[in-house]
């Protein structure tokens, strides 16, 4: 099974609201990443976990709370949230790399977020 | 910047043509990866190159990489329709973290 699933496909938010994006991998693979991409644009990293800790956050405002309950599933909680945070939210999981060196990525098709 | 500059940054051919994408970089990678998108979805990866390697071949897709000049090219060979996509060359400057390119969004018309 090399699929990563994301769900919801698509949300819509208003500024008030509590939501939370979910991503599931079996593939084994001890890293996960969250990355954000606007329109036309490249994806961006968000957050990266390695065997379930957090190991990187790219400077990430807090009304977006990464969470790792397991080595299978990611969770992004989003809290107070702005419209110019409207993007595809892009889960992806990998073999978990050498110091130096990463694996390919696998990515899930995204959560389409609308934030009114 | 660390992100990667590729171009064109649109390509439009025929089916049966090949497309060639480029990507250009500043800072020193341990390897470079390139992905193909579809429409609004996930990314799809296509193949790794790495740093000390300088050419690699999958199926129709040929990589080439040249450290010195910073610089690495995605050819695709006797293209398709179904290879519309877009197309990111990603960096690998260290640890888990990759830093993806402008991308390329390749039209193959029938």
């Known amino acids: 099974d090399t699929e990563v699933t994301q769900t919801p496909k698509h949300l819509v938010m208003g500024m008030t609201n509590k939501k939370s994006l979910k991503c599931e991998q079996h593939?084994?693979?001890?890293?996960m990443y969250w990355y954000k991409q606007k329109a036309k644009k490249p994806p961006e990293l968000m957050f990266v976990?390695?065997?379930?800790?957090?190991?990187i956050n790219e400077s990430v405002p807090s009304r977006f709370s990464p969470e790792c309950p397991n080595s299978s599933l990611l969770n992004l909680h989003l809290h107070a949230l702005q419209p110019e945070d409207s993007a595809l939210y892009l889960c992806?999981?990998?073999?978990?790399?050498?110091?130096?060196?990463?694996?390919?990525?696998?990515f899930g098709p995204g959560t389409r977020l609308t934030v009114t | 910047s660390q992100q990667g500059e590729e171009d064109p940054q649109a390509l439009s051919i025929q089916e049966g043509e090949n497309a060639t994408m480029n990507c250009s970089y500043k800072?020193?990678?341990?390897?470079l990866q390139w992905y193909r998108q579809n429409s609004g979805r996930g990314l799809v990866h296509l193949i790794l190159?790495?740093?000390?390697?300088r050419e690699k071949h999958s199926g129709r897709l040929r990589v080439t990489l040249d450290t010195s000049k910073k610089s690495s090219s995605l050819l695709i060979t006797a293209s398709r329709a179904a290879d519309t996509a877009s197309y990111f060359c990603?960096?690998?400057?260290?640890?888990?973290?990759?830093?993806f390119g402008t991308g390329t969004r390749l039209l193959v018309s029938p």
């Open positions: 992806a999981s990998s073999q978990d790399s050498l110091v130096f060196n990463s694996y390919e990525q696998y």
């Open positions: 593939m084994g693979h001890r890293a």
């Open positions: 976990y390695s065997y379930e800790k957090l190991s």
């Open positions: 800072t020193s990678i341990n390897n």
């Open positions: 190159i790495r740093s000390n390697e």
């Open positions: 990603a960096l690998n400057t260290g640890f888990q973290k990759l830093v």
